[in-house]
């Protein structure tokens, strides 16, 4: 016969077999009456289970009490600071009236605002105390915890007794949001919606295609071509001037000639030469590869310092006077084929 873990002959007596269960005499675990009760991982005593151990939940009130103690001391202390501020403020009310309202405001809960070093060491610290609570939860539901883990549970007051952590329990505001520079708040969590970085200006708000920067500059260029354009209509006008009165001065000698100086200004005889013709291809082969080096700006790539260089050459270029002369409605040459 098998009982309570130990070979028993056949013939032995039932009165010698033990309950594991409740440590009684003359009948096995299997057929006992009483309620069976796990053993409590934290204090190894029967009848109860870690979540109702009774050393836990003293620990936690001592604990709660504690927590309680210091925030009530934290506040004492800001409101003494802040009494002695606001005590300055009347002690100088009769220099200036105006102002004696201002060391008190800045003792106003919506001017608390953490620093940047507090904030990551805040954070820090919310990062271990969210680690301690799932150990919680695992010591809770019975699994076993080696030292390291255990030692960090025991830290858990400390943690939560740090300056920082105190100065966020009092109301502290959190770090700038980067999106909308409000305070309290992280970009992940702004209400606001998500703009792109200017890759010009570096500024929030707008794209490259709708910078401000850009806007001004690309209207002060076209209004410099629009001058150079007048300037050099004028001068071929005055020029045109000039040979049309000397052939009218010229009339009365040789009537039948007197279209033909004339005829020689009009826009259909005005014809590149070759070596013009050479430079004005060059010149618009440049504006071809800016126009390019332009698009791939404004879709938000990231040009080199040549690149650059060239794009800024751009008004430069247009401002030739073969290109000038090109504009002003000049014929094109027909350079000559290439020798095989």
């Keep these: 016969m098998f009982a309570a873990g130990i070979w028993l002959p056949a013939c032995a007596d039932k009165s010698s077999v033990v309950c594991s269960r409740c440590s009684g005499r003359g009948h096995r675990a299997a057929d006992c009456v009483k309620p069976f009760y796990r053993v409590c991982n934290h204090c190894k005593q029967l009848g109860h289970l870690v979540k109702a151990c009774p050393e836990l939940k ?13 925030d009530a001391r934290s506040e004492s202390e800001v409101s003494t600071t802040a009494s002695e501020w606001s005590g300055k403020s009347t002690r100088s009310r009769g220099s200036r009236k105006g102002n004696s309202n201002g060391a008190v405001g800045q003792w106003q809960p919506h001017h608390w605002v953490l620093s940047e070093d507090e904030e990551r060491e805040a954070r820090k610290l919310e990062k271990k105390l969210r680690e301690i609570s799932a150990l919680e939860r695992m010591r809770d ?12 549970l025991q830290r858990k007051s400390e943690i939560e007794g740090h300056d920082i952590l105190r100065k966020v329990r009092l109301g502290y505001r959190r770090v700038v949001c980067s999106r909308c520079s409000g305070c309290g708040h992280r970009a992940a969590d ?15 708000g707008h794209l490259v295609k709708a910078c401000p920067e850009l806007k001004a500059k690309r209207e002060s260029k076209e209004k410099k071509e629009k001058e150079n354009d007048a300037r050099s209509e004028s001068e071929v006008s005055t020029t045109a001037s000039e040979w049309s009165g000397k052939s009218t001065r010229s009339r009365g000698s040789r009537k039948g000639n007197s279209s033909g100086a004339a005829r020689q200004w009009q826009p259909h005889h005005w014809v590149l030469s070759e070596d013009e013709e050479r430079e004005a291809r060059k010149l618009e082969k440049k504006l071809r590869e800016i126009s390019a080096l332009e698009r791939m700006r404004d879709e938000g790539r990231v040009l080199d310092v040549l690149q650059l260089q060239k794009l800024q050459r751009k008004s430069e270029i247009e401002g030739h006077d073969i290109l000038r002369k090109v504009r002003l409605g000049y014929r094109r040459a027909q350079l000559p084929a290439l020798a095989e």
């Design 58 to 70: 003293a620990k936690k009130e001592s604990k709660e009490k504690k927590e309680k103690e210091n």
């Design 190 to 204: 702004c209400v606001k919606p998500f703009y792109r970085v200017c890759n010009h200006c570096k500024q929030l």
């Design 141 to 152: 539901e019975g699994r076993v915890l080696d030292v390291l883990q255990l030692q960090k």
